[in-house]
């Protein structure tokens, strides 16, 4: 599937949606995410990189952005960070009204970086919105094939 094909359910204006009030390294990310030149499969097999892995960690054949957002086990954990009240993910305001969200998606995933389904150290996933805190957890280490 073309990589232009693949963002078409993205509403990827910019840099309308993207204030410079980020800091660099997250407006740099946003940018390479919506420009289609991000760490993932579709984008290494589209400009015939070599010696890159096309497939998704969790065993698709080409991972694409669309699969990382809706459908890999992966980000699967994080997906609350993206949903909308009434529990959708509405992809066309993650780059507008659900930003700070998708900012936090992205670095707690390590969404489309070279990390991307290696290990995950830090927090755990986010519980559902509005419960209590909870008490300090020790820190997730998970890894994935
Ligand atoms: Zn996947």
């Known amino acids: 599937m073309p990589l232009s094909r ?55 054949d080409v991972q694409d952005i669309p699969h990382v957002f809706l459908d890999c086990p992966i980000t699967a954990p994080f997906k609350l960070l993206l949903l909308d009240d009434n529990g959708d993910l509405d992809t066309s305001i993650l780059f507008t009204d659900k930003l700070d969200s998708l900012l936090e998606w992205l670095k707690a995933a390590n969404t489309f970086t070279k990390r991307f389904g290696l290990v995950t150290i830090g927090t755990p996933p986010p519980q559902g919105s509005g419960s209590l805190p909870s008490p300090p957890s020790p820190p997730v280490l998970s890894v994935v094939d």
């Not at 980020?22 to 030149?37: K, V």
């Not at 497939?55 to 698709?60: F, I």
Request: charged share 5%; net charge negative.
């Open 6 to 60: 693949n963002l078409a359910l993205f509403d990827t204006t910019y840099p309308t949606f993207i204030t410079l009030q980020h800091p660099a390294s997250q407006t740099a990310a946003l940018a390479c995410l919506t420009s289609g030149h991000t760490f993932v499969g579709s984008y290494y097999k589209s400009q015939n990189i070599p010696e890159t892995e096309y497939s998704c960690p969790c065993g698709v």
